[in-house]
């Protein structure tokens, strides 16, 4: 594999000699938990669990480039930032919110995944709100 190639729909990154994350990487871990469907977010690729986020490209122009944003919980947050600032952070934008924001270029496979599962339990566990209906 030549240093400018980029991974495709059907190479895994264990097959690759880097740690890097791309969207390949993260559809690939996303869609292997239940329930888990792709869709898109201001033409970003966007991960979902039955229509609540569970992890997107962070867009907001307070993150840093080759950010994700993951939804957890607000105390799995702090003990993730405690425990390795350099891959994890949160913005100003963010702070408020059930989520963290992860550097790709500083976590691995195995830590990712796991980030992403700890995201799944806790976006499946919040109880589906039920919209209004509409008024005749």
């Not at 991960?47 to 569970?54: A, D, E, I, N, Q």
């Not at 994700?68 to 949160?90: D, F, G, K, M, T």
């Not at 100003?92 to 059930?98: L, S």
């Amino acid at each position: 594999m030549t240093p400018n190639h980029t991974l495709g729909e059907t190479e895994t990154l264990d097959s690759m000699p880097s740690k890097k994350m791309n969207v390949a990487v993260i559809r690939e871990l996303a869609l292997r938990l239940p329930g888990v469907e792709e869709t898109t977010l201001h033409g970003a690729p966007c991960f979902k669990v039955s229509g609540r986020l569970l992890t997107c490209p962070a867009l907001h122009q307070s993150a840093e480039p080759n950010s994700l944003v993951v939804c957890i919980s607000l105390q799995e947050r702090a003990r993730l930032l405690a425990a390795n600032p350099s891959a994890y952070y949160v913005t100003d934008h963010y702070h408020n919110y059930p989520s963290v924001l992860v550097r790709l270029g500083q976590i691995d496979r195995h830590s990712l995944s796991d980030l992403l599962d700890m995201a799944w339990r806790f976006v499946s566990s919040k109880p589906r709100m039920s919209r209004p209906k509409a008024r005749r």
